[in-house]
């Protein structure tokens, strides 16, 4: 028997469990803009439109931007739409999926996520393309005295002198 913690296999006579931690992001359907990206694992992904939608039952105005935008979808009659982007088998994976996709990939700024995500001191932002220290390799010293061809040069005649 099935159960939404399952898929099935590649034979498809049996069931195999599904990676325990998942990253998501809510979508705008009127633009299909990504306004929030998240890291869960359960039923977390479905949490960010109930608690909207509670605030809503109880007269509440949202405090946070990310419920105002979901509260502005409903306005608009339609319903944000939560998909999760992947599966992972430890958490420290999902966390650096949900930091690079925050950070990188969707761009902090225009997102509604408070935070940057664990570990984003060592994620590049969006749009930054300058050498950063701690992230970038160090740049190779660059010579032009000949050495490199004269090692090369030397490494070529011991080998054919093997020969």
């Known amino acids: 028997m099935n159960d939404h913690n399952q898929i099935p296999s590649a034979s498809g006579n049996d069931f ?9 992001v809510l979508i705008d359907p009127r633009d299909a803009s990504v306004f ?4 869960g694992q359960g039923n977390r992904v479905l949490n960010h439109v109930a608690e909207a939608k509670f605030l809503l039952s109880r007269t509440q105005a ?3 931007e990310k419920h105002q935008r979901i509260h502005d979808i409903f306005k608009a ?5 939560e998909l999760i982007v992947g599966r992972y088998e430890s958490e420290q994976e999902a966390f650096a999926v949900e930091s690079t996709l925050i950070n990188f990939v969707y761009d902090f700024s ?3 996520n408070l935070n940057r995500g664990h570990g984003a001191e060592c994620i590049r932002t969006n749009g930054c393309f300058e050498r950063i220290e701690g992230i970038d390799l160090p740049k190779p010293v660059r010579v032009n005295d000949g050495s490199f ?3 090369k040069v030397a490494a070529a005649s011991c080998y054919y002198a093997s020969k």
């Open 110 to 112: 225009q997102l509604t």
């Open 149 to 151: 061809r004269n090692a």
């Open 77 to 81: 009659d339609k319903e944000p739409i």
């Open 62 to 64: 949202p405090e946070r």
């Open 16 to 24: 195999i469990p599904l990676l325990p931690f998942y990253v998501y």
């Open 36 to 39: 929030y990206v998240g890291k």
